[in-house]
């Protein structure tokens, strides 16, 4: 029951609910997603209320092991994003997630 959201369809609920034109409501999202990009790409923490914040973190250097072969293998230090949700996501995840699990139940009876 995965579902991913795109571009399209945030563009349309732009659409639908703010009223611009399909193409203003197009930009409009790409112009924010570009935005959120360009800050994490200069290493910039990008806060959402009531949603969470996106920041960059430096991972260092390490071994790891090929699964495979057992062999030692280097990993080199890099960046990677990490995303924080607010509580107020956390809160309506799990509102949801319960009222599915209410559902399931009833419909289980």
Same mark, same amino acid.
């Given at each position: @029951? =995965?579902? =991913?959201? =795109?571009? !399209?369809?945030?563009?349309?609920? *732009?659409?639908?609910?703010? &009223?611009?034109?399909?193409?203003? $409501? !197009?930009?409009?999202?790409? $112009?924010?997603? %570009?935005?959120?990009?360009?800050?994490? !790409?200069?290493?910039?923490?990008?806060?959402?209320?009531?949603?969470?914040?996106?920041?960059?973190? %430096?991972?260092?250097?390490? @071994?790891?092991?090929?699964?495979? =072969?057992?062999?030692? *293998?280097? #990993?080199?230090?890099?960046?990677?994003?990490?995303?924080?949700?607010?509580?107020?996501?956390?809160?309506? #995840?799990?509102?949801? @997630? $319960? /009222? @599915?699990? !209410? %559902?399931? &139940?009833? /419909? /289980?009876?």
């Amino acid at each position: @029951m =995965t579902r =991913t959201v =795109t571009r !399209a369809q945030l563009s349309e609920s *732009v659409y639908q609910e703010v &009223g611009l034109s399909r193409n203003e $409501s !197009a930009d409009l999202v790409e $112009s924010v997603l %570009q935005e959120v990009s360009d800050c994490l !790409a200069r290493g910039e923490t990008v806060k959402l209320s009531s949603f969470g914040s996106f920041s960059v973190r %430096q991972k260092g250097g390490r @071994m790891g092991r090929n699964p495979k =072969t057992g062999e030692e *293998v280097p #990993i080199k230090p890099r960046r990677v994003l990490v995303f924080r949700p607010s509580h107020v996501l956390k809160e309506r #995840i799990n509102k949801a @997630m $319960s /009222a @599915m699990r !209410a %559902q399931a &139940g009833e /419909a /289980a009876d």
